[in-house]
Structure formats: structure tokens, C-alpha cells
């Protein structure tokens, strides 16, 4: 007998359901769903069901956001050697291919790490850290961790290194003290919306990045060519699509299928996707993400980076065989 509880929506008022159907236009059925999730007028009925890029947030809400904006630019401009210091899950690795794609148009000398799972272990590693201001980092900029890696910062930043952390995992009683933390559920923040993951952190940064720290008047110049990345790893760490998650998501979605980068559209290929066959959250979900988790699960992840940042199709094609 099974074990399950139901719990049953209420059904919303007929005329809530009449009012969405008719004024929207939509089926009677989709009326009522969407009035079972809270949207219950036809203005945010419709911003629910038709996500647009005027929905998000302003990236300068972010804690620290304008210190890491100021600190990055002068980096890129200078010719300071920048390290993206990552993470081996999806939004970790989608999250280093945005910040990388993002300084790499400013021009900036910026390089990737992605700590290997068996060696350096999960967030901020000591002796990878180490490594790298030995190699020459002058700044350091983690995504999707850095909040627990207090001893790894504080080494760096004892070093001359600034660290920047954009993270959006759980905080602890203390945080690191880094040049910047860039985090939408910080203390000391009023980000008005605290379910980003890796990936949508990493892209806020971007894109203050990329339309010089003001976004919101010109939103023409919004980097919407990454946001297939920002679909991949926000479905694959399970966030809430919801508020500006869900403009985000949808959108990476439209990127993907329209216009996907060569290292998507061969992984689709391998995956056994037909030209025909639409790509929603669930192809991401079941052909996509498990693939390229389990790179940094089994292996080393920057054969899934190298697959995602690659421009070439004939080197897509290869790397995402060998994923």
C-alpha cells in the first residue's frame, strides 16, 4: 500500500481562473495552475509565464559588488594576473566559464582552476592556493565557495593577493576576510533575492562587468549570450526557478536552443538529442548535467570547462566523446 501524502493545492476563486484565462488568453488548465502557485492577476501572471530581461535584479545590490567591480576592472586594465578559482560540480564549472568569458572580454590576463576533487578537496585549498601565487595570481576571484575558506584567504590576502569570494552557499558564524564577498544572502546585503546559485552569482558579477557597473539603464548590453551557461548550472544545483532564477533559466533555455555554443550542441549530439526534439529543463536535467557532473565526480573537471569555453566544433566534438 503505498506510503505517499498528497498535499492537494486549493483551488483557487472561478473568477480568478476566468479573469487569467481570458485576459491572457491561456487555457483554463494553465489559468488555474498558475493561480494555485500565488499569481493571481494578470500582470504577474503573465511576468510568470513570459520571463523578460527587465525583470532582474540590479547586480550593484549585491554585498561588496562595487568593490569587486572597481578591484577587477583596474586588474583587467593593468594587466594583473587574475586566477578563477572554482568548483567541480556544474554551477561550479559553468560559474568559472562565465567569470573566465566575462574577463577574457575586458581582456583581462585570466586564467582558471578548478580543484580536483580526490587532491584539493571541496572550496579554498591551502596548498592549491599556494601553488598559484607561486605561478604569479595577483587576485584571486572564487565561484560557487569560498565563504569556509578562511585559512586559504587569509593566506593570500597575507601574501599581497586579493581574494574576491562570490559564492551562495550557507555562511557561517564568521567569514573570510577577503577583499570582497560577493553573496545574496549576506548579513550585511539587501539583495532582494537570496536564491541564486554558483553560476547566477558568478553571472551578476559579469554583467556589472560588462556594461560598466550600470546595468539597469542599458539593459540592451546584457550579456544574454551567456546565459545558456547560467540555465545549465542553475537547473543542476536545483535552485528555485523563481524570481529572476526563472528569467535566467528561461532565457539560457531560448540561448541553448536557438544558438547553442559548439561544446552544447555536441554534448546534445552525443547525448542522442534530435534536431526536432525541443530543449527544456528536463534535457538539461537528464542529458546534460549528469554528464558533465560526472567529469569532476570521476575525473578532473576542466575537460567539462574546456568543453563549454571551446569555440571550435571539431574540438567540441572530441572533448564531449571523451565526457
Known amino acids: 500500500m503505498s506510503q505517499n501524502n498528497w498535499r492537494l493545492l486549493p483551488q483557487p476563486a472561478e473568477k480568478t481562473v476566468r479573469q487569467l484565462t481570458s485576459q491572457l488568453n491561456i ?14 492577476t494578470p500582470e504577474a501572471a503573465f511576468a510568470y509565464l513570459q520571463p523578460s530581461i527587465d525583470q532582474l535584479h540590479d547586480p550593484m545590490q549585491l554585498h561588496d559588488l562595487d568593490k569587486a567591480l572597481e578591484r577587477l576592472m ?3 586594465f593593468e594587466g594583473e594576473k587574475i586566477v578563477i578559482y572554482g568548483d567541480y560540480d556544474l554551477d561550479g564549472v559553468t560559474s568559472t566559464a562565465v567569470m573566465m568569458e566575462a574577463l577574457q572580454v ?3 590576463d585570466v586564467t582558471a582552476y578548478i580543484p580536483n576533487r580526490f587532491q584539493d578537496g571541496y572550496g579554498p585549498n591551502l596548498a592549491a592556493y599556494q601553488r598559484l601565487i607561486v605561478d604569479g595570481a595577483q587576485v584571486i576571484v572564487t565561484v560557487d565557495n569560498g565563504v569556509s575558506g578562511h585559512e586559504a584567504v587569509a593566506y593570500a590576502m597575507s601574501q599581497g593577493v586579493d581574494v574576491i569570494i562570490t559564492d551562495h552557499h ?9 577583499y570582497a564577498i560577493v553573496h545574496p544572502r549576506h548579513p550585511e546585503g539587501n539583495y532582494p ?3 541564486l546559485s554558483g553560476v547566477g552569482v558568478a553571472f551578476k558579477l559579469a554583467q556589472a562587468l560588462l556594461t560598466d557597473g550600470d546595468p539597469v539603464q542599458d539593459k ?6 551567456m546565459l545558456d551557461l547560467v540555465a545549465l548550472g542553475e537547473i543542476a544545483d536545483m535552485v528555485s526557478l523563481t524570481d529572476e532564477n526563472r ?3 528561461s532565457w539560457g533555455m531560448k540561448q541553448m536552443a536557438e544558438s547553442p555554443r559548439p561544446g552544447i550542441a555536441a554534448l546534445l549530439k552525443s547525448a542522442g538529442q534530435l534536431p526536432e526534439q525541443p530543449i527544456i529543463s528536463e534535457t538539461v536535467g537528464f542529458k546534460l548535467a549528469p554528464r558533465l557532473n560526472a567529469v569532476g565526480r570521476l575525473g578532473d ?7 563549454l569555453l571551446t569555440q571550435s566544433p571539431d574540438d567540441a566534438t572530441a572533448l564531449a566523446t571523451q565526457v
Open 74 to 76: 583596474t586588474a583587467a
Open 106 to 108: 575586458l581582456g583581462a
Open 170 to 178: 550557507e555562511m557561517g558564524p564568521t567569514l573570510p576576510d577577503a
Open 27 to 40: 487555457a483554463q488548465l494553465t489559468a488555474t495552475i498558475v493561480a494555485q502557485k500565488g499569481y493571481t
Open 247 to 249: 528569467t535566467l533559466v
Open 193 to 195: 533575492f537570496t536564491d
Open 220 to 225: 540592451s548590453e546584457l550579456p544574454t549570450e
Open 301 to 307: 573537471a576542466q575537460l567539462a570547462l574546456d568543453l
